[in-house]
């Protein structure tokens, strides 16, 4: 087989390398544009016609060699035609494995677009993602006002109700009542 026809075949690390950059470029639009995602849609449309092209190529070349192996050619054409159907059959090997990887990006940007048209957007999204903050905010805040509030009845030696089911802080009683400090002790 000839170097020019060698030239527009990808190389045995070539797929592997090609489906590591094509990755790359798979996270750089996890963020979600659109645009990004159709744009890297587009370069593995064409990337898969063009590997069909090669394809057809080396398929030919593998044929024509095949046809050249008879019995009634001479020994050095006939080992060049077994050389070039091997070539012809790596080089199919390589384009078949770059297909599968761009088949696997598809699949992946497939789940991608998924993720995103799944995720809440815009001003409907930022207002529940600002009522959960806002939620989380006041539920830690009574927490923490709470434990103030059982710590400081601890330190008046009243006894803190403000567990689940507990009557309201009205209903507060004194530990002892002999031994409850009066109101003037609390202001001391």
Aim: net charge negative; proline share 5%; charged share 30%.
């Amino acid at each position: 087989m000839t170097d020019d026809v060698m030239n527009g075949a990808p190389e045995g690390g070539a797929a592997e390398e090609l489906g590591r950059q094509l990755e790359a470029v798979a996270l750089e639009f996890k963020s979600g544009d659109p645009d990004a995602i159709a744009s890297v849609s587009d370069m593995l449309a064409d990337m898969r016609v063009e590997l069909a092209r090669q394809f057809e190529t080396f398929a030919m070349l593998r044929d024509g060699a095949s046809r050249r192996t008879g019995d009634d050619q001479p020994e050095a054409e006939g080992k060049q035609a077994r050389s070039d159907i091997k070539t012809a059959v790596e080089g199919l090997s390589v384009i078949v494995r770059t297909l599968e990887k761009v088949d696997q990006l598809e699949r992946q940007l497939a789940r991608d677009r998924a993720e995103i048209e799944a995720a809440p957007q815009g001003q409907e999204a930022y207002e529940a993602l600002l009522s959960q903050v806002s939620a989380l905010i006041e539920a830690r805040v009574e927490e923490a006002l709470d434990a103030r509030v059982e710590q400081r009845l601890r330190e008046l030696g009243l006894t803190p109700a403000l567990h689940a089911g507990a009557p309201p802080v009205e209903a507060i009683t004194p530990a002892d009542p002999r031994n409850a400090p009066s109101v003037d002790d609390a202001a001391a």
